[in-house]
């Protein structure tokens, strides 16, 4: 397929030293630390499905614009024509049931009693919709327009046939917005629909090994403590924990992007940058009151490249060790360095449209490209040389 729009580059990879404390960002489902089996050690890992949406809940801040991921649409509708515009419920729950079997996917009632509670037999869609947040309240716009055909229908708790016009609603089900177009959506329900994806987030994992460290902890009831007649705690268990460096990494497809926006260069500039600084400084929340792990990275690169996309997880396939007076940050800035001088020495003229970075540490890093001074003007520079041929003077 041809390229959309040309620009100089084509894809603007990140990468990402990142010191995280004792912490446990991303459990599993026996709550323990994800780890990977990297260079024959053990590392801790946070998945790619949890620093995504940690960035792409930071990203919808930045750009002001939010995404909805739901099988619960009629209920969403229903909600707003009920809470927000006073339709009697009854009437509010059937809107919703007609809306979800009107978007063309199966529907079911939900198993959970206590969502089942919240209005007059719902409808749940079989697949997740991924829409603007926005979709809710135009779906109850067509409802508002369709009231006379809603109260008209027969109410059988068991909508089988929608009553408004089902081109409309999947038009609404297929609508955009910038999340959407730079974060992808799968959805083979509704034709016309899915939306490839401009963003790929590798899994993060340390660049040493790393132990498990499981931490006990009991928890005091207050009333026994204060009338002092009760001794032991009321409750007590444990808690799997690490911490370490990693090496993040993650990758911006600047022509799936701009043929998701239909060659809107100054859109794919503000998108882009939203998302890089949306993922240098997000961090999943798991545990976070427990751990506070709100640190930012110790280093950040960026590389904007013509052809093709280069990861340097490559570096860490032998663990880093800790340097004599202790501490895996600088030898893993400097692994991460003498990769990056290779793997420029194999590409050769294949090598960086542009290349340039950040850090904590004064000590300078010869191949990494520009120092800049701030995640800001790193960025700015980056998405410039990525976009700058079709710049307007």
């Given at each position: 397929m041809?390229?959309p729009?040309?620009?100089?580059?084509?894809?603007?990879?990140?990468?990402v030293?990142?010191s995280?404390?004792?912490?446990n960002?991303?459990?599993?489902?026996?709550?323990?630390v994800?780890?990977?089996?990297?260079g024959?050690t053990?590392?801790t890992?946070?998945?790619?499905?949890?620093?995504?949406r940690a960035?792409?809940?930071?990203?919808q801040?930045?750009?002001?614009?939010?995404a909805?991921?739901?099988?619960?649409?009629?209920e969403?509708?229903?909600?707003?024509?009920?809470d927000?515009?006073q339709?009697p419920?009854?009437?509010?729950?059937k809107?919703?049931?007609?809306?979800?079997?009107?978007?063309?996917?199966?529907?079911?009632?939900?198993?959970?009693?206590?969502a089942?509670?919240t209005?007059t037999?719902p409808?749940?869609?079989?697949?997740?919709?991924?829409?603007?947040?926005?979709a809710?309240?135009?779906?109850?716009?067509?409802?508002e327009?369709?009231?006379?055909?809603?109260?008209?229908?027969?109410?059988t708790?068991?909508?089988t046939?929608?009553?408004?016009?089902?081109?409309?609603?999947?038009?609404?089900?297929?609508?955009?917005?910038?999340?959407i177009?730079?974060?992808?959506?799968?959805l083979?329900e509704?034709?016309?629909?899915?939306?490839?994806?401009a963003?790929?987030?590798?899994h993060?994992?340390?660049?040493?090994?790393?132990?498990?460290?499981?931490?006990?902890?009991?928890a005091?009831?207050?009333v026994s403590?204060?009338?002092?007649?009760?001794?032991?705690s009321?409750?007590?268990g444990?808690i799997?924990?690490?911490?370490g460096?990693f090496?993040r990494?993650?990758?911006?497809?600047?022509?799936?992007?701009?043929?998701?926006?239909?060659?809107?260069?100054d859109?794919a500039r503000?998108?882009?940058?939203?998302?890089?600084d949306?993922?240098?400084?997000?961090l999943?929340q798991?545990?976070?009151?427990?751990t506070a792990?709100?640190t930012?990275?110790?280093l950040a690169?960026?590389?904007?490249?013509r052809?093709?996309p280069?990861s340097?997880?490559?570096?860490?396939?032998?663990?880093?060790?800790?340097?004599?007076?202790?501490g895996?940050?600088a030898?893993?800035?400097?692994?991460l360095?003498?990769?990056a001088?290779?793997?420029?020495?194999?590409?050769g003229?294949r090598s960086?449209?542009?290349?340039s970075?950040?850090s904590?540490?004064?000590?300078?890093?010869?191949?990494?490209?520009?120092?800049?001074t701030?995640?800001?003007?790193?960025?700015d520079?980056?998405?410039?040389?990525a976009?700058?041929?079709?710049?307007?003077e």
């Amino acid at each position: 397929m041809s390229r959309p729009t040309q620009t100089p580059g084509r894809f603007i990879d990140v990468h990402v030293l990142h010191s995280v404390p004792f912490a446990n960002l991303n459990r599993d489902d026996t709550n323990s630390v994800k780890t990977v089996q990297y260079g024959n050690t053990s590392r801790t890992r946070v998945s790619s499905q949890s620093w995504k949406r940690a960035a792409r809940t930071e990203f919808q801040k930045r750009i002001g614009e939010q995404a909805l991921r739901t099988r619960r649409i009629g209920e969403a509708v229903e909600a707003e024509l009920r809470d927000a515009r006073q339709w009697p419920a009854d009437l509010a729950a059937k809107a919703g049931r007609h809306v979800a079997t009107g978007s063309g996917i199966k529907t079911e009632t939900p198993k959970d009693k206590d969502a089942a509670k919240t209005s007059t037999s719902p409808l749940l869609t079989s697949a997740m919709l991924y829409v603007p947040a926005t979709a809710v309240q135009s779906l109850a716009d067509l409802a508002e327009a369709h009231r006379d055909e809603i109260t008209a229908a027969k109410d059988t708790g068991k909508t089988t046939k929608s009553v408004l016009p089902v081109t409309e609603i999947r038009d609404i089900l297929r609508s955009r917005n910038g999340v959407i177009n730079l974060f992808g959506r799968m959805l083979a329900e509704i034709d016309n629909s899915s939306v490839d994806g401009a963003v790929q987030v590798a899994h993060s994992f340390t660049t040493h090994t790393t132990d498990v460290e499981v931490d006990y902890f009991n928890a005091v009831d207050d009333v026994s403590s204060a009338w002092a007649d009760e001794t032991g705690s009321a409750h007590m268990g444990t808690i799997e924990y690490s911490a370490g460096v990693f090496y993040r990494y993650a990758t911006v497809d600047l022509d799936d992007l701009l043929r998701n926006l239909g060659d809107d260069l100054d859109a794919a500039r503000t998108l882009t940058a939203a998302f890089l600084d949306a993922f240098l400084l997000s961090l999943p929340q798991a545990k976070r009151t427990a751990t506070a792990p709100h640190t930012i990275p110790d280093l950040a690169h960026l590389v904007v490249r013509r052809d093709r996309p280069i990861s340097y997880a490559a570096a860490f396939e032998k663990p880093v060790h800790a340097a004599r007076d202790g501490g895996h940050a600088a030898p893993s800035r400097a692994a991460l360095d003498s990769y990056a001088k290779a793997a420029a020495t194999l590409l050769g003229s294949r090598s960086a449209l542009n290349s340039s970075w950040v850090s904590t540490d004064d000590v300078n890093l010869a191949h990494l490209g520009v120092r800049e001074t701030s995640f800001d003007t790193l960025i700015d520079n980056a998405v410039t040389a990525a976009l700058k041929a079709e710049t307007p003077e």
